[in-house]
């Protein structure tokens, strides 16, 4: 059963002089349990694809599917409510809050609606932090963390919602190698373990190995939508 | 929670929360030290009415102050003491004079004559003795404040006013005019050195008694003195503040001052909360991302903004009290009423949002796909 679906979707720019296409018409399926890689160089169109998966863009074409539910004008209040339910995220950058702790950035999305976040949830995220080997840093400012660690908080912080969907933009890609295949690591297990759709954007090859489907972009379309081993 | 992250956002940017306090306790500090002086000096343009014990004041007809006017007649005393409800008349004779230094040199004074023995309308807090001592036809009474002006007389010092033998018998607290230095003397001694003619006073103070209906007196009075201005204490004084108010530079020159302070407490804030909210954007977008609305974000915004205005206002506060300490019994005039402080922090709420409007206008705009890039 797929759980989001796009069709025929596309995403054009204003650029202040000219309407640009910088994404064409894609029809895609996502199911839970794989991890899909979406790759191809910059400037191609896989951010702005993932941007439209996430409800954070609205197409200019096509339809978005959540669930069978048809999302693709809904509100922006409808659309964060969503992502907070659903979606987690982990940006190429950690985008921690500073003068947050890092156990308020794990439990920023508990409070991002006014909310606070129960003792049950807290143990959660401590006992997340604890399998990311962070333990330690619960209470830490996010400025006193190496970049893997950061990565490996942010990574808490989509996790801790328990997200049906995860998205992940370039996480690889202010890490070193070590870093770097641990977060994939994580990211492979959470989709396997859990039954979540992993969507990684990326155009770091040290991600294919842990691709169960890799789909490529190019000039704003699908070049390939493939399922075979890349190890 | 958004109140904590909006707390635990603004201890961690401290140099954007300094400046953001500045702004505020600018804002505080500014207008309620320019609102002191203001109802200092308005307390000054109306001492006399405001401390005179009487209830209700009788001048010439068609005054525009307590300071101006003509005289009126004091058969004028016989017809108002016949009125049911009165307790007491008493005549207060305004006069000038020139009072002589000790280095030779001379003060212009305005001088205050009572009548003997019940000395109405006379000083009414001493810092040295009392008002006894004006039963004395020599003696005057000047202002503690006014020591130096007058070349510091020393107590039972006798010195001249208007060329005329006064004794300094006496020092008052907190009895200063506007118009001039005060100085209390006998109805006599100010005729003399006055050189009014008998049976004329600057006003007519009257005291009613308790259970008497004040308006209705009033009414008959107007009726029985046509040719008088009839005021409760309460309206000269407002009549006199207006006059000053309005005639003066002081309205001009508080209005002009304040609106200085305010401008330049709600520039700070706006710049600091503006700057603030520009580097912070990209944590907005960040929330906005996770499943924060434009309501949350703006929530984190303003309990920030309220944050520091509640800490500005305290510290502001307390600069001001500290402030009034000093100078409560200084020369500067210096007077704040007690419904001004809600008055000032609501304003201060109100100019610090002000302020933060294009701050809030920024933190909306995080588009949550912003950080995709």
Redesign the interface.
């Known amino acids: 059963m797929s759980v989001i679906k796009v069709e025929n979707t596309a995403k054009d720019f204003y650029d202040g002089k000219q309407i640009r296409r910088v994404l064409f018409p894609v029809s895609i399926e996502f199911t839970p349990g794989e991890l899909v890689v979406i790759s191809g160089p910059s400037g191609s169109g896989k951010?702005t694809l993932?941007?439209i998966i996430?409800l954070?863009?609205k197409p200019s074409e096509g339809k978005i599917y959540f669930d069978n539910i048809d999302v693709t004008n809904i509100s922006?209040?409808t659309a964060?409510?969503f992502?907070?339910?659903y979606?987690g995220?982990v940006?190429?950058q950690p985008?921690l809050?500073?003068?947050?702790t890092v156990l308020?950035n794990v439990l920023?999305?508990?409070?991002?609606?006014?909310?606070?976040?129960s003792e049950k949830v807290k143990k959660t995220a401590i006992e997340i932090l604890d399998k990311l080997g962070l333990s330690n840093t619960i209470n830490m400012q996010p400025l006193s963390l190496s970049g893997g660690m950061k990565q490996r908080v942010s990574i808490a912080?989509a996790f801790v919602k328990d997200p049906i969907i995860l998205l992940c933009?370039e996480p690889t890609a202010s890490l070193d190698a070590e870093n770097g295949i641990i977060v994939m690591k994580i990211l492979k297990k959470s989709a396997i373990d859990n039954k979540r759709i992993v969507i990684v954007v990326s155009h770091d090859v040290r991600v294919l190995p842990f691709a169960d489907r890799l789909i490529k972009i190019e000039n704003g379309m699908i070049v390939s939508d493939t399922r075979e081993n890349y190890k | 929670?958004?109140i904590?992250?909006a707390l635990?956002?603004a201890?961690?940017?401290r140099s954007t929360t300094t400046g953001a306090l500045i702004g505020v306790i600018v804002i505080v500090f500014l207008v309620g030290q320019q609102l002191s002086v203001f109802f200092g000096l308005l307390n000054l343009t109306s001492v006399l009415p405001d401390h005179s014990n009487a209830e209700v004041w009788v001048m010439s007809k068609n005054i525009r102050n307590a300071d101006s006017g003509n005289l009126v007649s004091g058969s004028y005393i016989d017809r108002i003491i016949g009125i049911k409800g009165v307790e007491w008349v008493e005549p207060v004779l305004i006069g000038s004079g020139v009072f002589k230094r000790d280095d030779g040199s001379f003060e212009p004074v305005r001088l205050i004559g009572l009548r003997r023995p019940s000395l109405h309308g006379g000083p009414w807090n001493f810092y040295q003795r009392g008002e006894q001592v004006l039963l004395d036809l020599e003696s005057v009474v000047i202002d503690r404040l006014d020591l130096s002006k007058l070349g510091h007389p020393l107590l039972d010092e006798v010195r001249e006013i208007g060329g005329k033998r006064v004794k300094v018998a006496g020092i008052a607290e907190g009895a200063r005019g506007f118009q001039g230095t005060l100085v209390f003397a006998t109805l006599e001694k100010v005729k003399e050195i006055s050189k009014t003619p008998a049976g004329r006073y600057s006003a007519i103070l009257v005291k009613l008694s308790n259970e008497a209906d004040k308006n209705k007196i009033i009414g008959n009075m107007k009726e029985i003195l046509p040719n008088c201005s009839v005021f409760s204490s309460q309206e000269l004084s407002n009549l006199t503040r207006k006059y000053y108010i309005t005639n003066t530079g002081i309205g001009g020159s508080f209005f002009f001052s304040t609106s200085i302070a305010i401008l330049t407490g709600v520039v700070i804030v706006t710049l600091t909360m503006y700057t603030s909210v520009l580097s912070r954007a990209?944590?907005f977008a960040?929330?906005?991302?996770?499943?924060?609305?434009?309501r949350?974000i703006m929530?984190i915004v303003i309990s920030e903004v309220f944050f520091i205005t509640a800490i500005g206002i305290f510290i502001g506060f307390m600069l001001l009290s500290t402030l009034f300490n000093y100078t409560v019994k200084s020369e500067i005039p210096s007077y704040f009423p007690a419904y001004i402080a809600p008055l000032l922090a609501f304003v201060t709420i109100f100019v610090s949002f002000l302020g933060s409007l294009a701050a809030i206008r920024v933190a909306l705009k995080a588009?949550?796909?912003q950080?995709?890039?």
């Open positions: 951010t993932l941007s996430g954070v863009l922006d209040d964060a409510n992502r907070l339910k979606y995220f940006f190429q985008m809050i500073e003068g947050l308020d920023l999305s508990f409070g991002a609606q006014g909310g606070r976040p912080r933009d | 929670m958004r904590l992250i635990k956002m201890i961690h940017d990209r944590d960040v929330i906005r991302a996770i499943g924060g609305r434009k949350d929530i588009d949550p796909a950080v995709f890039h």
